[in-house]
């Protein structure tokens, strides 16, 4: 099993907003930048690639249940969606990988 | 047990707001213990419902109704109304603005998304006059 906190590490990733999911098992990524695509098309779980990083995405991860978001290539996160994010306890980090990387990365990560 | 009932108001181009009804009707019945993959089709439903209320209408007003064994919600916006109902339910067809398509709206996925996730869906529609949508959720 792989926790946020694992992806995180392994990623070395930067972390924009502490949220209850830190711990949280992540079974799966998705990558999307589309809010209502991603919302119809993740899982519960998954780890979502994004780079819009903004207030609605929060509440998409929040509504679709991910396990956090990644926000790739250090996209912007800016402080409505960082306070949005701490009161829906999402976990939110930042990577200057592209998407494509850090999807690997993921993939490599839960499938050891 | 008596029906829970729950209103939010929705406002037009408010986007730092835009999901909150959705948030707590989810937190509503996430306390009240019912299944998790019901609750996130209620969820996505209904926040598909309350961005397109932000982004078209003129503002509006969400009310869910939480029986034994249905949940109902109503979406009533104050128009403008859609012109073709038909086009609208397609997959990827989208009238949104620019400058919400920054934002990552604008897929064209809000009607189709929110009949996929519901149970029932009907669509009273009236051009300058505004739209209802009810939705039911069997629980």
């Not at chain 1, 792989?2 to 992806?7: G, L």
């Not at chain 1, 207030?55 to 250090?74: M, P, Q, R, W, Y």
């Not at chain 2, 397109?52 to 034994?68: L, Q, R, Y």
């Not at chain 2, 519901?118 to 939705?135: A, F, H, K, Q, R």
Request: net charge negative; hydrophobic share 40%; aromatic share 6%.
């Amino acid at each position: 099993m792989k926790t946020v906190k694992d992806i995180c590490l392994a990623g070395n990733m930067k972390i924009l907003c502490e949220g209850d999911s830190f711990e949280r098992e992540v079974t799966g990524c998705y990558c999307g930048d589309l809010l209502s695509w991603v919302m119809s098309r993740a899982q519960s779980g998954d780890a979502w690639l994004t780079v819009m990083g903004n207030v609605n995405a929060v509440g998409v991860a929040a509504l679709a249940d991910t396990a956090c978001i990644i926000l790739t290539e250090n996209a912007a996160f800016d402080d409505v969606a960082k306070m949005r994010a701490e009161q829906n306890g999402i976990t939110v980090l930042q990577t200057e990988k592209n998407t494509y990387e850090t999807a690997v990365l993921i993939n490599g990560e839960i499938n050891s | 047990m008596e029906n829970i009932k729950l209103h939010y108001d929705v406002i037009k181009d408010d986007f730092s707001c835009a999901g909150e009804a959705s948030g707590k009707i989810k937190k509503t019945l996430k306390g009240l213990g019912l299944d998790s993959a019901l609750v996130r089709n209620v969820a996505i439903a209904v926040y598909e419902g309350e961005i397109n209320m932000v982004i078209h209408a003129e503002g509006g007003c969400i009310d869910a109704e939480i029986s034994p064994d249905t949940i109902t919600v109503v979406l009533k916006d104050v128009g403008p109304g859609i012109k073709d109902v038909q086009l609208a339910m397609q997959e990827g067809y989208s009238t949104a603005p620019e400058n919400v398509r920054a934002l990552g709206f604008g897929a064209g996925m809000g009607l189709p998304n929110i009949k996929k996730y519901s149970d029932e869906m009907n669509i009273e529609t009236e051009v300058g006059v505004g739209t209802t949508i009810t939705l039911k959720f069997n629980i």
